[in-house]
C-alpha cells in the first residue's frame, strides 16, 4: 500500500524558514522521482521544486530560487523541503509527489501519488 506523508508545516513569520518531511513507502523510493507542489486558497495547485530518484537532479520555480532546497534520503524513503526567507505569499498547503516517469517536471497531471498536504502559513 502506497503512503506519502508530509510534516513540518506549521506558522512561521516572514523571514522565518521551516523543514517539510515526506516520508513515503509501499513502493520502491529509489525509483521515483519526486516534487513539491503547493495551493494556495483559491488558487491551482502548482509546482514548487523536485529532484530525481537518486538525487542528482533538483529543479525549483523562479518563484522558490535561491530560497527553497530540496534534498533526499534514500536510505530514509524520505524528501526534505527547506523553506528559507519565507513571505506571506508562500502561504499554502503543501503537497508531496512522486512519479517513476523519467524527467523532474513539475506538471500536476504527471505524478502518480501525493501525500493529504501539510499547512504552511507566514504571517506576521
Known amino acids: 500500500q502506497v503512503q506519502i506523508v508530509e510534516s513540518g508545516g506549521g506558522l512561521v513569520q516572514p523571514g522565518g524558514s521551516l523543514r517539510l518531511s515526506c516520508a513515503a513507502s509501499g513502493f520502491t523510493f529509489t525509483d521515483y522521482n519526486v516534487a513539491w507542489f503547493r495551493q494556495a486558497p483559491g488558487k491551482e495547485r502548482e509546482g514548487a521544486v523536485c529532484?530525481?530518484?537518486?538525487?542528482?537532479?533538483?529543479y525549483g520555480t523562479d518563484s522558490v530560487k535561491g530560497r527553497f532546497t530540496i534534498s533526499r534520503d534514500n536510505a530514509k524513503n524520505t524528501v526534505y523541503l527547506q523553506m528559507n526567507s519565507l513571505k506571506p505569499e508562500d502561504t499554502a498547503v503543501y503537497y508531496c509527489?512522486?512519479?517513476?516517469?523519467?524527467?523532474?517536471?513539475?506538471?500536476?497531471?504527471?505524478?502518480?501519488?501525493w501525500g493529504q498536504g501539510t499547512q504552511v502559513t507566514v504571517s506576521s
Open positions: 509527489a512522486v512519479k517513476s516517469t523519467f524527467g523532474c517536471f513539475l506538471r500536476v497531471n504527471v505524478y502518480q501519488y
Open positions: 529532484i530525481s530518484s537518486n538525487g542528482g537532479i533538483t
